[in-house]
């Protein structure tokens, strides 16, 4: 096997190590209280914004967050633009329907990367992506059925928005790979600003109060809403990214799968299936990087 394939491969698994992280969004997110959206966004990217700040001192690296005004515009946007969008729709839209049209973003991503100078969309890329889905749904569901109400339009279209603005910022970041991932650091502070700035506009303050609330935000901080935005930088820069969207719909799965861990579920036939349909969709996608053969 040659450098370039172990490095892409490398690259991948990091990313991968992203879409675990995420899978804690629901446990801690439960733990977290009564927080509003916004404040929780703003405490969180904070948290993470300010220590990859700090890490990037002790090391030296400032630097790199000197970037043109269009990187700091796309990274920041992309970051915020989602979780606005997303808070939006959940509050505008049942749920349900919000989270369904949510989770097209990897099946966005698997196909919007065929615009990508040196990247090949196959067909078992799309069948994996395609399956994911049906699992995410199946999941998001619970294996009923979902009725748009046409009440909740604004609701819908900022579902799309927010599955828009995350599989266009991850496809967009692969053009930009030699804007290093330090600057994520940056564009976790403008996102903590901006939802701050949401807040106080349009919730009510609740702080976290007791141990577990506040270490909740704490660990949301650091991993799911902090160090995956770094790994998932470096997927879809330098890894395949076709196979990181397939793989990306175990988040919801791995979620659910914890949550029943953690006594707030039930493992029923449901979740076995969903299971089941978006293992088989990853391994698919994924086929050329597990079937490939040493130089």
Request: hydrophobic share 55%; glycine share 12%.
């Amino acid at each position: 096997m040659s450098a370039a394939p172990r490095t892409r491969t490398r690259a991948t698994l990091v990313g991968m190590t992203a879409i675990l992280m995420w899978a804690t969004l629901g446990v801690f997110g439960a733990g977290s209280g009564a927080v509003p959206p916004f404040l929780l966004n703003a405490l969180c990217f904070g948290l993470s914004g300010g220590l990859a700040l700090a890490f990037l001192a002790l090391r030296g690296e400032l630097s790199v967050l000197a970037q043109p005004l269009r990187v700091w515009a796309f990274g920041t946007f992309g970051l915020f633009g989602f979780h606005f969008f997303y808070f939006t729709a959940i509050r505008n839209a049942p749920p349900v329907d919000a989270n369904l049209i949510n989770y097209t973003w990897p099946l966005l991503i698997v196909v919007f990367s065929a615009l990508l100078p040196g990247e090949r969309l196959k067909l078992h890329h799309v069948i994996g992506a395609v399956l994911g889905l049906a699992g995410a749904a199946l999941l998001v569901t619970r294996g009923g059925s979902v009725s748009f109400d046409p009440a909740y339009a604004l609701g819908y279209g900022a579902a799309v928005a927010s599955a828009l603005f995350w599989s266009i910022y991850s496809v967009i970041s692969r053009r930009l790979g030699a804007v290093p991932t330090g600057a994520v650091a940056g564009f976790c502070l403008m996102t903590a600003g901006l939802s701050l700035a949401c807040h106080l506009a349009l919730e009510e303050t609740v702080w976290p109060s007791g141990a577990i609330q506040w270490g909740s935000v704490i660990a949301l901080g650091l991993f799911p809403v902090g160090l995956a935005f770094f790994t998932w930088d470096v997927g879809v820069k330098q890894g395949d990214i076709q196979v990181l969207g397939a793989a990306a719909y175990s988040a919801p799965l791995l979620s659910t799968l914890l949550l029943i861990a953690f006594g707030f579920g039930a493992f029923t036939v449901t979740v076995a299936l969903a299971c089941l349909l978006i293992t088989i969709g990853a391994v698919v996608a994924a086929k050329d990087m597990i079937l490939r053969k040493p130089a």
